[in-house]
C-alpha cells in the first residue's frame, strides 16, 4: 500500500525559506501524482502545488507562485517544496498527497487518494 509523510517544517521568520520533503513508500513513486496542500488555523484545506506523473508539469497556487517551487526525485521516491520569500499568511500545517488519476498539471489539483500526516510551518513577522 502506498503511504507518504511530510517532512521539514518549523519556525522561521518573514522573508526566510524552508524546504519541506514527502518520502513516498510502497508502489512505484512514479505511478502517483503528487501534490502539496496547507491548512491554517480556522481555514479549510488548500491546494499549495501539484506536478503531473510525468514530473514535467507543476500549478501552483496565485498565493505561492514565484515563491514556491516543486521538485521530486522518483529515485528516491521524494518530494520536495522550497518555500523561499515566506510570509506569516503561509503559517498553516502542510500535507503532502497522492492519486493515481492522471493529472494535465494545468489547473489546481484535487480529489486525492492518499494523505500523508502533516508538517507545522510557522512564520513569524
Known amino acids: 500500500r502506498f503511504s507518504c509523510r511530510a517532512s521539514g517544517g518549523g519556525l522561521v521568520q518573514a522573508g526566510g525559506s524552508l524546504k519541506l520533503s514527502c518520502a513516498a513508500s510502497?508502489?512505484?513513486?512514479?505511478?502517483?501524482?503528487m501534490g502539496w496542500f496547507r491548512q491554517a488555523p480556522g481555514k479549510e484545506r488548500e491546494f499549495v502545488s501539484g506536478i503531473n506523473k510525468s514530473r514535467s508539469r507543476r500549478y501552483y497556487a496565485d498565493s505561492v507562485k514565484g515563491r514556491f517551487t516543486m521538485s521530486s526525485d522518483n529515485a528516491k521516491n521524494t518530494m520536495f517544496l522550497q518555500m523561499n520569500s515566506l510570509k506569516p499568511e503561509d503559517t498553516a500545517i502542510y500535507y503532502c498527497?497522492?492519486?493515481?488519476?492522471?493529472?494535465?498539471?494545468?489547473?489546481?489539483?484535487?480529489?486525492?487518494?492518499?494523505w500523508g500526516k502533516g508538517t507545522q510551518v510557522t512564520v513569524s513577522s
Open positions: 498527497a497522492a492519486r493515481v488519476k492522471a493529472y494535465s498539471g494545468m489547473h489546481p489539483l484535487s480529489d486525492m487518494d492518499y
Open positions: 510502497g508502489r512505484p513513486f512514479s505511478m502517483y501524482v
